[in-house]
């Protein structure tokens, strides 16, 4: 204890020291002060670079997620051929089960904190998938004991309250199905005037008497139309002998400018020869100036690979890069993928290290692109919103008996989903054996 003034006034020896020795000491404490405020900065800060700067695995860490990663891709692919088994026996069952809602236990999400290894970025992704294939192996079990599907579709959602809100849609127009076009296109464009979306994207367009155009006319508001062939004057190469022209088409509420398309041509070993290619359109809304893209990948897997990898990221990156004053691009459309396939959707989702230490089959090899903006990578709408649904779109009705898929995407960077829907489960009203198509709808509200 340092000694202090008496009651009586009488001092001790300290407090008898010069004036200057008090000054020093203040300058003393002054410094101790700052001293131990830097060092406390300091461990500040070395304490948040070790929770968010990517951390180097050990050879040993490294093996154990390797084998992790790899046991979780068996899993999945175990439950993968559970459930194809399932549909296909039930395919060769008849009558076909009937439809009622089926109570289920939903998966648990899977989430990776800030700041986490690339390896333990790819783990949680793979958790998830193998959840939801979990979870579907269950349904399908529950379909064959009880006999009944689950409804997979949504009530319509209500008109988006806030101006501050852009809706968009995906549809695939089922080309195949050419006879029962008219009357399936009163069907869609009964569920899309519901719905209200601001944007459609859709794919398999029949040119020649134009789908989209026909569907334009149906539809109040969406005054704005452009469309492009897979084949013909689109970039996608040539069409099959005997093929019948299609394509991708944009729908919107908003004018459509600067349109811009990406050929996507099928590799010579890749068994589908159908041509593909990608419309893009920049469209002024309340959010501001958005790039919207109509897509149509191939069923090949191997060729979805190539065709994200090696044309349509590298040009949605340099679009990313030379649209003035955009501030979103949002991709839309059947992308054909598989529920243990996801890798080519991986490609634009993904930072190259995790799809690295995915082991994903479209990690390596292909076109590179420099950008000077550094894109962020693109997040799912689905599972940004509902990630506890899987949202299977396909086949529609299920009794079709083939896989369950969520081939429809909306894929968005530079806006943010806030809500989700599939519509279009319903049979045609004026014919029970037919239905709008063979994928439901997917409605996606934006937000900024």
């Not at 003034?5 to 404490?29: F, H, L, M, N, V």
């Not at 175990?78 to 549909?87: D, K, M, P, S």
């Not at 790819?122 to 004991?145: K, P, Y």
């Not at 890749?270 to 593909?276: C, E």
Request: proline fraction near 8%.
């Amino acid at each position: 204890m340092r000694p202090r003034a008496t009651r009586s006034g009488s001092y001790d020896a300290e407090a008898q020291q010069p004036e200057d020795d008090e000054d020093d000491k203040k300058e003393r404490r002054g410094w101790r002060r700052g001293f131990v405020s830097s060092v406390a900065a300091t461990v500040g800060l070395c304490v948040v670079a070790y929770v968010l700067w990517p951390r180097q695995l050990s050879p040993v860490d490294a093996a154990a997620h390797k084998a992790a990663a790899s046991a979780l891709r068996a899993r999945l692919a175990e439950l993968t051929r559970r459930i194809q088994t399932r549909v296909r026996h039930r395919r060769e069952r008849h009558p076909a089960p009937s439809f009622r809602r089926l109570a289920e236990a939903a998966p648990p999400r899977a989430s990776v904190g800030a700041g986490a290894s690339a390896s333990d970025a790819a783990l949680a992704v793979l958790r998830r998938r193998v959840a939801t294939a979990e979870r579907e192996a269950w349904r399908q079990e529950n379909v064959d004991r009880e006999g009944a599907y689950e409804s997979l579709c949504d009530r319509a959602p209500p008109k988006p309250s806030s101006k501050r809100v852009v809706r968009v849609a995906t549809v695939n127009l089922w080309q195949p199905q050419a006879a029962s076009w008219p009357a399936r296109r009163r069907a869609i464009a009964g569920i899309l005037r519901e719905a209200a979306p601001d944007i459609v994207a859709m794919q398999e367009v029949r040119g020649g008497a134009n789908w989209a155009e026909e569907l334009r006319r149906e539809l109040e508001g969406l005054d704005h139309a452009r469309y492009v062939a897979g084949t013909g004057d689109g970039r996608g190469g040539a069409a099959p002998p005997g093929w019948t022209e299609e394509g991708v088409a944009i729908l919107s509420r908003f004018a459509l400018e600067a349109e811009d398309t990406v050929g996507m041509p099928p590799a010579r070993d890749s068994s589908d020869r159908n041509p593909r290619t990608t419309l893009g359109a920049r469209v002024a809304t309340p959010l501001g100036t958005l790039r919207v893209v109509a897509s149509h990948l191939s069923y090949d897997r191997d060729q979805q690979c190539r065709a994200v990898r090696d044309h349509l990221k590298p040009w949605l990156d340099g679009l990313w890069d030379s649209d003035k004053n955009v501030r979103a691009q949002v991709l839309l459309g059947d992308l054909n993928i598989y529920p243990d396939f996801e890798w080519p959707i991986d490609t634009l989702e993904l930072a190259p290290d995790v799809r690295a230490a995915l082991g994903s089959p479209c990690a390596a090899g292909g076109s590179t692109t420099t950008t000077t903006k550094n894109p962020p990578v693109f997040v799912d709408a689905w599972t940004a919103t509902r990630n506890d649904d899987p949202g299977w779109t396909f086949p529609n009705p299920e009794t079709l008996h083939l896989d369950p898929a969520r081939p429809d995407r909306v894929l968005v960077r530079g806006l943010v989903p806030r809500e989700a829907f599939v519509l279009g489960c319903d049979p045609l009203v004026d014919n029970p054996n037919t239905w709008p198509s063979d994928h439901r709808i997917l409605v996606v509200d934006l937000v900024r």
